[in-house]
């Protein structure tokens, strides 16, 4: 099967490396890539917004399978721009990209379609959002609706940081189109939750925790992920077929009702409480980091539960994963998540893989004739296994103590959550 990777990140990397294990493989393209992706794949250089151009390589290269990294490109309608062209692709339509593209969408399909989430409103005028916010109280949580990498969440502790974000958020005039969402404060643990999806039935694809916060304790702002880690021990099985039973299997029913069936990966933001999982947010893709650290666990080939996700016939396949746990650092340019220093040298790369059980994941890398620099915000992610969470934290981070490269930082605490409960269960 040839097969092209969409996409320049670690979650690329760690996909291409799973795609190159498979013994079905034939040619392995990632597009754009990224040095890491080139040591397991044929590179092309391309810009992900130009669909036409995507295809052409499709045809070029004889692609049987492409497989989209990020959401962007699925927002936009790469999938809907495949299937014209007769080529499979893992990942949804441009009406079933809503679920991640539009906050609000998603929301009144959750109302719709009964999936448990938190009480909201949609606003396009300052007053009234601001009118919702002060009759709830705070804490209360504003969302920007479109697609903002992360920055366009504010969870506001106050009435008044709530009314700053919706002005952060909102143009004065309310027919700008732009529109915010409101949400009830949610208390419990996170959970990153991924289902393999083929429009008609779903199929569990493990969990994983990340660290979101770039300061240690999860303090400081939000970043696109500094660390994650698999499994999660708040995700039992119980609390997995939950997930599945009023979660996901109702997402992907009432998208196939509403003619938009729902194909790829869904990637269910979860807010575990007392009273049982909700949804914070749906994405449509693997998470980055967590991607690198459960197809590292992942027992099964991978290409065959793409494709038949790609191509509706995902019944009967269950994903199986080993025992083992996945924990992964990110190691970010310094400035991340502002502007970070870009193009500074990286070494040691070679010792830190020669530590049991790691791989190092390209994020934000270059080659120059100079060697690898830094090229970007999260810049490596540092995976390990290990037969505990502690056990495959203490590899990353030793083979983090292996790479030279003063101008990057990262935490020192990924996966604290799941240490301190081996460490209180004994193990
Ligand atoms: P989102 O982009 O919707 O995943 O939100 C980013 C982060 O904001 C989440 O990972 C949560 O930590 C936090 N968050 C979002 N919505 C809520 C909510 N309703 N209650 C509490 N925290 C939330
Ligand atoms: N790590 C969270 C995300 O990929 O959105």
């Known amino acids: 099967m040839n097969v092209l990777i969409l996409g320049s990140g670690g979650r690329e990397h ?4 799973a795609c190159a294990r498979s013994p079905q493989i034939g040619k392995l393209i990632v597009a754009p890539g ?35 990294g990020p959401e962007a490109p699925l927002v936009a309608g790469i999938a809907d721009e495949l299937e014209k062209e007769g080529v499979a692709c893992f990942g949804p339509s441009r009406a079933a990209a809503q679920l991640e593209g539009s906050k609000g969408f998603a929301k009144d399909f959750c109302r719709a379609f009964g999936i448990p989430t938190a009480a909201y ?12 916010i002060r009759t709830r109280g705070a804490p209360i949580v504003v969302k920007a609706d479109g697609l903002a990498a992360g920055k366009g969440v504010v969870v506001a502790a106050t009435i008044e940081e709530a009314e700053a974000a919706v002005d952060a958020l909102l143009p004065a005039s309310a ?8 949400e009830e404060f949610l208390d419990g643990e996170e ?11 779903a199929a569990p694809f493990a969990s994983a925790q990340d660290h979101k916060r770039v300061g240690e304790g999860d303090t400081g702002p939000n970043t696109g992920g500094m660390g994650a880690y698999s499994p999660p021990p708040i995700m039992t099985p119980e609390m997995s077929d939950r997930v599945m039973r009023e979660i996901v299997l109702p997402t992907v029913r009432g998208m196939a009702a509403r003619g938009t069936p729902f ?89 830190a893989e020669r530590v049991p059980g790691v791989a190092v994941i390209h994020a934000g890398t270059r080659r120059t004739a100079d060697g690898l620099v830094a090229e970007g915000g999260r810049v490596l992610a540092v995976t390990a296994k290990g037969h505990t969470v ?25 996966g604290w959550r799941a240490v301190a409960r081996e460490r209180g269960a004994g193990s």
Request: hydrophobic share 45%; proline share 5%.
């Open 191 to 201: 959970a990153s939750f991924f289902a393999l999806c083929d429009g008609v039935t």
């Open 263 to 351: 194909r790829g990966v869904l990637f269910a933001g979860l807010m575990i409480g007392s009273d049982g999982p909700k949804l914070i947010e749906f994405n449509v893709r693997f998470g980055d980091p967590e991607a690198e650290v459960i197809l590292e666990r992942l027992t099964d080939d991978l290409l065959p539960l793409l494709e038949a996700s790609a191509k509706a016939s995902l019944a009967g396949f269950s994903p199986t994963f080993g025992a083992d746990a996945a924990l992964t650092v990110v190691m970010a340019a310094r400035g991340y998540p502002g502007e970070p220093a870009r193009g500074t040298r990286i070494l040691g790369i070679e010792a």
């Open 121 to 132: 409103g949609r606003f396009r005028s300052r007053d009234d959002a601001k009118a919702f």
């Open 34 to 68: 990224n040095p890491g992706c080139a040591t397991v794949a044929a590179t092309v250089p391309l810009d992900l917004a130009d669909h036409r151009r995507i295809v052409e390589l499709c045809e070029r290269e004889a692609i049987d399978l492409v497989v989209v």
């Open 14 to 17: 760690a996909l291409a490396r």
């Open 390 to 414: 502690g056990e495959a934290q203490e590899r990353a981070y030793a083979a983090v103590d292996r790479i030279d490269w003063p101008e990057g930082f990262c935490r020192r605490d990924i």
């Open 175 to 182: 027919a700008s189109g732009a529109e915010v969402v409101v």
